[in-house]
């Protein structure tokens, strides 16, 4: 069965800089635009970073552009990255990778019928 796992989520105090990475099972992310997305607690989910099928375009939420890296493996055509740096509080949630055939906007309603991970948890300390 197809479905995309995400891993990297940690503690992590404020400052750090961890790595995610969203595996792809049972298929590979070639030709696919390529979704992060975070949802904190009681928000809704936004999309921090996506990436158009030909890499072409990134696209990245202004509170995130400059600290995070949305990128796909040069060796696994299956896995995908987002590096991020200089971490916040207000980075903290679960992030979740998502890929669509298309990229058209990195918002929820444009990847609403994609293939979703099931998260993984970012928490920022101070």
């Known amino acids: 069965q197809a479905q995309l796992v995400e891993s990297g989520g940690a503690l992590v105090r404020s400052g750090g800089s961890p790595r995610l990475s969203c595996e792809a099972v049972?298929?590979?992310?070639?030709?696919?635009?390529i979704g992060w997305f975070r949802q904190a607690p009681g928000d809704e989910r936004e999309g921090v970073s996506c990436?158009?099928?030909?890499?072409?375009?990134?696209?990245y939420a202004d509170s995130v552009k400059g600290r995070y890296t949305i990128s796909r493996s040069k060796t696994n055509n299956n896995i995908a990255y987002l590096p991020m740096n200089e971490l916040k509080l207000e980075d903290t949630g679960t992030y979740y990778c998502?890929?669509?055939?298309?990229?058209?906007?990195?918002?929820?309603?444009?990847?609403?019928?994609?293939?979703w991970g099931r998260g993984t948890q970012v928490t920022v300390s101070p």
């Open positions: 998502v890929t669509e055939l298309y990229l058209a906007s990195c918002t929820s309603h444009d990847f609403r019928l994609g293939t």
């Open positions: 990436i158009s099928s030909r890499d072409s375009t990134t696209l």
């Open positions: 049972g298929f590979t992310l070639d030709r696919l635009a």
